[in-house]
């Protein structure tokens, strides 16, 4: 796959750099406040309006996997947790709210027999299957399947673009889904299953041990190809990460910027970063995650997380929380003084700021 990506305007970052230098500072005094500021101008950000059109997708689907007692939590959670979600009773509603942002919630498979979602203007309904197939069996999707939730997450962000949306922050629910995410990382990354498990939910030594060990099979099962990101999400992926995928590089070709969350987060970037390279401009990473595996994936995909908070919770809480640094940076584009406004001296003029 393919994507036009709007090239990274060079030309306003450097202009909001060089307008952050003529603030009343030391030059650089602050730090990646600075450097969120000139990423959001080469993505074509307004700072000064603030990105007042803001919202969070949360892209939810059961596993099959989760079947094999990898998850500390029943597969009757997921949709447990999106009816929470539409009542608006989960963190990434109390923190949405906080940043002055809407949630959507994506069901792009949801399992609800025990639990029905229904009607409702927060829930964009586009299931491909009520799950994936357990993929310590066969594959846990087919292809038209796959092509079915990227295209989900294309829908998903293309709605909330025409009702008006400045910035994006993205989530995830499904139980099992760290599980698919390590096997994604594993095999996109090459490394060795252990090095890129957690323990998700809060598993115990010996349920990571059986976790990891299931995950060796699966993967020796199925061979994905790290040369074939297709054949990766086929064999051993999650649709709501084929969802994300497809919301990232939606986002990115409308030069919307994105707030990553966390590992399951970043195992559909390292999906998007391979059909479309590019767009990874338009992403920034929010906290850097308990899930060991979270690390290295964002090494490859050249992002630094701007939080460490020790978060694991996942719905896009992380990224949430990267609204306030957003409108740190927006205020002080927009109300710091200059020193020419202030009257103040700077270095060139031989005083001490």
């Known amino acids: 796959m393919t994507d ?3 090239a990274l305007d060079r030309q306003a970052a450097q202009a909001m750099q060089a307008r952050l230098d003529r603030k009343t500072k030391p030059l650089g005094s602050l730090g990646r406040l600075e450097e969120l500021a000139v990423s959001l101008a080469g993505m074509g950000g307004d700072l000064p ?8 997708l949360v892209a939810a689907a059961d596993h099959g996997i989760a079947r094999q007692g990898v998850s500390a939590y029943p597969p009757e959670v997921t949709p447990q947790m999106v009816l929470n979600f539409l009542a608006g009773g989960a963190a990434i509603n109390v923190l949405a709210k906080q940043g002055g942002a809407r949630v959507l919630v994506l069901d792009a498979g949801v399992n ?35 092509e079915a939730c990227v295209q989900a997450g294309r829908e998903a962000v293309s709605q909330l673009a025409a009702e008006g949306l400045d910035l994006l922050a993205v989530g995830e629910m499904g139980i099992g889904n760290t599980t698919a995410a390590s096997a994604i990382c594993a095999a996109l990354l090459q ?13 115990d030594v010996a349920g990571w041990e059986k976790k990891v060990a299931i995950l060796e099979k699966a993967l020796a099962l199925h061979q994905p190809q790290a040369t074939d ?67 290295h994936l964002l090494e490859r995909l050249g992002l630094r997380a701007y939080l460490n908070l020790d978060l694991r919770l996942g719905e896009g809480s992380g990224a949430a929380l ?4 957003v409108d740190a940076v927006c205020a002080i584009v927009r109300d710091m003084a200059t020193f020419d406004s202030a009257g103040v001296s700077d270095k060139e003029a031989g005083q001490a700021v």
């Open 229 to 295: 990101a297709w054949d990766v999400l086929c064999k051993v992926g999650g649709f709501e990460i084929g969802a994300l995928a497809g919301a990232l590089m939606e986002a990115s070709a409308r030069r919307i910027p994105v707030i990553l969350d966390g590992f399951i987060t970043g195992a559909a970037a390292l999906l998007a970063n391979a059909w479309a390279p590019e767009a990874k401009g338009y992403w920034l990473a929010s906290h850097q995650s308990v899930e060991i595996g979270h690390r």
């Open 4 to 6: 036009r990506i709007p």
């Open 191 to 203: 490394l060795p299953v252990a090095q890129v498990t957690g323990r998700g939910t809060g598993l």
């Open 322 to 325: 990267m609204f306030p640094l």
């Open 49 to 56: 309006g603030g990105f007042k059109r803001r919202a969070v």
């Open 112 to 146: 609800d027999a025990s639990a029905p979602l229904p009607l409702h203007a927060g829930l964009l309904r586009r299931p491909v299957a009520p799950g994936t197939a357990d993929f310590s069996q066969g594959p846990a999707m087919t292809r038209a399947q796959a």
